[in-house]
């Protein structure tokens, strides 16, 4: 019995450890401010730097719209050749105008701000297990 009891409270304090892991606050590098760091004339590498990596979806809980405007990060059929970084504030936009591979330069960044909205505690630990479950199923 003694046995039993212990076995259930390791259960219990490993279940409610990865449930406080899963609800933590998270930090996400695209935002507002970080759009702002964005300065004319910057490299791709610089703006990979200063956004935290390689354009695509940051957000860190989910959004009330399902909708995500990346593939690859690359914005679709537009010219002159554009990234998109998304995050929880919002979507940053960066244009390129010099296009030669490896010697892009950007512009100044455009911020699209997010509908707010909260989540509750449920749908932030499914939606965040969906992420993880995504990063390492193929």
């Known amino acids: 019995m003694r046995k039993w009891l212990v076995g259930c409270l390791v259960v219990g304090l490993v279940l409610a450890g990865g449930l406080i892991a899963l609800l933590r606050p998270q930090h996400c590098p695209v935002g507002?401010?970080?759009?702002?760091?964005?300065?004319?004339?910057?490299t791709r590498a610089e703006v990979h730097a200063v956004l935290g990596g390689p354009p695509g979806?940051?957000?860190?809980?989910?959004?009330?719209?399902?909708y995500c405007p990346f593939v690859d990060g690359l914005a679709v059929g537009t010219m002159?050749?554009?990234?998109?970084?998304?995050?929880?504030?919002?979507?940053?936009?960066v244009h390129y105008f010099d296009q030669t591979p490896g010697h892009e330069r950007a512009m100044p960044a455009t911020f699209e701000e997010a509908m707010p909205y909260d989540p509750g505690a449920l749908e932030l630990a499914r939606w965040r297990l969906g992420k993880l479950r995504e990063a390492w199923l193929p």
């Open 32 to 42: 507002r401010a970080a759009a702002g760091r964005i300065e004319e004339g910057m």
């Open 57 to 66: 979806d940051y957000r860190t809980r989910p959004h009330p719209i399902r």
């Open 80 to 93: 002159p050749f554009v990234e998109r970084w998304g995050g929880d504030e919002g979507t940053v936009s």
